[in-house]
């Protein structure tokens, strides 16, 4: 499960991708709009931009846009940034990992070989995810929620 950041995090850029293209957005809006308390999203903000993801302005006409298209933006990349190390088990965190306290033999260890195979292929989804998919999922449950009709009586 990821935290509360990177939930924040994955709604301020779907919020940028879907308002602020040429402009830049204030926090303020951002926060407003997407329910996310402004001090907490300023850290996410800023920790987006040190990313590479996000460009600032301050000043006059001030706020974030996004630095690269939506389509060059990917899940991997956000929750990297935002999470670190994308693993379920701490033992699978990176290629660094050591054996950890509730298993006897690391090497032989099952659920650091399930858990191991499992993240690998949710980073290989999220490295084929991108904002711009993000987006259109939006916009289909949108039109989905569009043609739903109210029957009631």
Sequence with gaps: MFSMKT?????????????????????????????????????????????????????????????????????????????????????????NSSKCDYCDDFATCGVRLSMTRITEKLIDVMSQTTLADMLEDVDRAVQNKRNIHNYVI
């Excluded at 389509?71 to 990176?94: K, W």
């Design 7 to 95: 939930v924040y995090g994955l709604k301020a850029l779907q919020y940028l991708a879907m308002h602020g293209a040429g402009r830049h957005v204030l926090i303020s809006e951002i926060a407003e709009k997407e329910g996310i308390p402004k001090k907490f999203l300023e850290t996410i903000l800023l920790t987006l931009k040190n990313d590479g993801l996000l460009i600032s302005k301050i000043g006059k006409g001030g706020g974030y846009q996004l630095a690269v298209a939506p389509s060059e933006v990917t899940m991997e990349h956000i929750i990297r940034a935002l999470e670190g190390p994308v693993a379920l088990v701490p033992c699978v965190a990176d290629e």
